[in-house]
DNA sequence: TTCGGTGCAAATTTTTTGCACCCGC
DNA sequence: GCGGGTGCAAAAAATTTGCACCGAA
């Protein structure tokens, strides 16, 4: 593969391109999403080990090219994904922990009223919509 | 103020009700949420200290009681909200912080979508959504 | 009197930082 | 070679846990 848009972006900012940037970023994509500690891991399995700290600050300035974003699967850790592919909202399961991702075309009318009642302008890309899923929520 | 609901279902469940859980769940109410640690200095403010341990034991409790909720107004922290007063959903500007309620009803076509896509029962209550709000999100 | 609850301190867990050395450009 | 980037270890934060003592019922 030749040098890719994202490489040159990163470079026209001054930054460099190492290994851990390029390891770091293709756990996230293979991951579909993960927390700093299971992107270390996956980061593992692929090849020698690349520094927790550098995950984090490779995290950041990745997140800051837009290259990942991150929301909140639980309470506890950010979890981040590639914004590769279609945008979606993240559905996370209380019961089973099932995580899906929706249309975000479901949220349109959401968004519509937030800005007329509130001129409020959502970023659905960070939103994590806790709740259960159809196979837990089943009543009776 | 005699007895109350809540204090009587604490006994009735075989808890205990001290006065660090009628001050930790005061001090929720009268901040309107607060993270752990800003709960425990309101606590201080009150009355005499309470120990942090104890109040995260204690939002814990009054957690599975139902008598507070938390969710995640920043990327760090859980904030414990009361759950006296009409539900809502919570607002949060990326750019100044500031913290709006929402009317749920806003939500319900999202809700019948997820339920109709998904099969999915959205947890409303733990909902933060983020985004710029009115004054922040102007452009041009 | 009996346990559940609390304070305290130590242990964990997660993330951030300082700094010497390394390597992409 | 220069200056940004990484590894390492120590520092910070944020929670959790073990345990002896206290006090609500």
Redesign the pocket.
Known sequence: MTTTDWQER??AQ????????ELVLAAVERLGHG???EILHAVREQSE??????I???L??LESLGLVRHTHLSD???TYHSTTGPDHVHLKCRSCGEVTEADPELFAPMLESLTVEHGFTVDLGHLTVFGLCGTCGVRD
Do not use: F, K, M, W
Not at 14 to 21: E, F, K, N
């Open positions: 990163l470079r001054g930054y460099r391109l190492t290994p851990q940037r927390t700093p500690d080990a690349v520094n927790i700290s550098t984090y600050r490779t950041e300035l506890r850790a950010p």
